[in-house]
């Protein structure tokens, strides 16, 4: 009777000991995935990751898969954010700008209050499509690693050009955003 | 007038009662995350986190209970705001699971224990193992030598 209790004990440390392990090796292999942006510094071909998400400027859901076809310049921000202040302005000029060439502007609102994000709006007078992502659902998929960051995506839906990580049109990436743009516009030279 | 009194001694208590009830900002500062740096209100300056911290003093002043600026704060940022997961739903696990682990541990160490015991009392209840006679007569002679 000892010994078959001694060998159930025995199993059951084994089998927790095993499951530990299991867990730990799902944890190394699998939950370690790169973000859209860390490949794309890498140089692999990427697709902007999917979202379908609330918008903000106007009722009703944004689908990123509905803008296929359409260059795009995606732009994460919050009304919080210092720097999102910054280039606001430039990001509402570059929308009219291009435009008519069938770029579009993309604002995402990450980890913000929406009535704030409203606010920023209007005092900004953004009027292109911006959606709301209040609980970060892109983040991870996306690679963000702060605000602003922002994206040029082509008509095919790839990203294209580098990831501006901080105010766009600055000193230091306005080449990167004037790149990005035209790459995503379908200009190689 | 004793009758007055003692109403006015009621509502008293009725106010402190409620006074205490109240929660204070910095309970619920406590009980939520900052979205962006991962800790709690209280110990984060992150942008977002005093503009949270903010909206929890303007609710308060406006009425709202601490039920009802959590589930606010939760439409806005998802349920990783709240610096314990809620009990219900599969968040329930979190609270539940760690007193079976205990619960387990607890019969585990007892079963084993009691099979240790009964090992124990087998082995004492068994016969005396028989003494080697070379041995014996050795302390035989040695007792003998010792009490002459």
Request: glycine share 10%.
């Amino acid at each position: 009777m000892t010994g078959r209790v001694q060998r159930v004990g025995q199993a059951i440390a084994l089998a927790g000991v095993a499951t530990l392990l299991g867990l730990l090796v799902w944890k190394v292999a699998f939950d370690n995935e790169e973000g859209a942006a860390d490949k794309l510094a890498k140089g692999e071909l990427v697709y902007a990751p999917a979202f379908s998400l609330d918008r903000l400027d106007r009722d009703g859901t944004l689908s990123l898969a509905s803008l296929r076809g359409k260059p795009l310049v995606v732009n994460f921000w919050a009304s919080w954010c210092g720097p999102c202040k910054d280039e606001a302005p430039v990001l509402q000029q570059t929308y009219e700008r291009y435009r008519n060439q069938g770029l579009v502007v993309l604002g995402v609102d990450v980890k913000d209050f929406r009535e704030d994000a409203r606010r920023f709006m209007r005092r900004y007078g953004i009027t292109y499509p911006v959606v709301y992502d209040g609980k970060g659902s892109t983040i991870g998929r996306w690679g963000i690693q702060g605000y602003p960051e922002t994206f040029f995506v082509d008509r095919s839906g790839k990203l294209v050009g580098e990831r501006i990580a901080g105010a766009v049109d600055i000193e230091r990436n306005r080449e990167a955003f004037e790149r990005g743009i035209a790459l995503a516009l379908g200009d190689q030279s | 007038m004793r009758r007055a009194l003692a109403l006015c001694a009621l509502a008293a208590a009725l106010l402190a009662g409620a006074a205490a009830a109240a929660p204070s900002p910095s309970d619920l500062e406590a009980e939520l995350v900052c979205p962006v740096c991962g800790t709690t209100l209280d110990q984060s300056d992150a942008p977002v986190a005093q503009r949270m911290k903010r909206y929890i003093r303007e609710r308060l002043a406006a009425g709202a209970t601490e039920a009802q600026i959590k589930a606010e704060l939760v439409d806005q940022f998802g349920p990783g705001v709240l610096a314990e997961p809620p009990k219900s739903g599969f968040d329930l696990l979190a609270w539940l699971v760690p007193f079976a682990v205990l619960v387990a541990g607890a019969v585990g160490v007892g079963v084993v224990a009691w099979a240790w015991s009964r090992r124990r009392g087998e082995a004492d209840t068994g016969p005396p193992a028989e003494l080697d006679p070379e041995l014996e007569r050795r302390v035989d002679a040695e007792l003998r030598r010792f009490e002459s």
